[in-house]
């Protein structure tokens, strides 16, 4: 069954995102896994459109290559990984938190935030959105042994 609307448990996902996105006032938030594939994401304020799911794609590419490739190897060993830039002197403004090994929580900002609270937001909401993904099918079907499918098994 594909990732989208037509699946309850990405629906119930993308509805946890989406809270989590209201809360911590973040502008969008997605989930990528270790090789940058978006499972889920939620767009604040706006109907999700082919250029702004491009956007995010290109986005989650950027921190992906920036922050999340070169420590791969530590998430799979279970070490978190946690990124936030919250400076208004920076261009681009996010919170990156790892999870369930292969998973990167990512949440963009169009203004500066408190970082303490998004933070405490992020890591109050991160259980429950760790089980909604993980509970997940595998995109590429259910005897996927390759790819993010086996590392999920």
């Not at 950027?62 to 999340?68: A, C, G, K, N």
């Not at 609270?117 to 079907?141: C, F, N, Q, Y």
Request: hydrophobic share 40%.
């Amino acid at each position: 069954m594909p990732l989208g609307p037509e699946n309850a448990q990405w629906t119930a996902l993308q509805r946890a995102l989406g809270a989590l996105c209201n809360e911590a006032g973040a502008s969008h938030v997605a989930i990528f896994d270790e090789s940058c594939l978006m499972w889920c994401a939620y767009f604040a304020g706006s109907e999700s459109s082919e250029a702004t799911a491009e956007r995010l794609e290109r986005d989650g590419m950027t921190l992906f290559t920036r922050h999340i490739a070169p420590q791969k190897e530590r998430m799979r060993r279970g070490a978190r990984v946690h990124v936030c830039r919250c400076d208004p002197a920076e261009s681009e403004l996010y919170v990156l938190e790892s999870f369930a090994g292969i998973y990167v929580l990512a949440l963009w900002f169009s203004d500066t935030f408190p970082e303490l609270s998004a933070l405490a937001k992020v890591r109050r909401a991160l259980p429950d959105i760790e089980a909604l993904t993980l509970a997940l099918p595998p995109p590429d079907g259910p005897d996927a042994t390759s790819g993010t499918g086996a590392q999920r098994a």
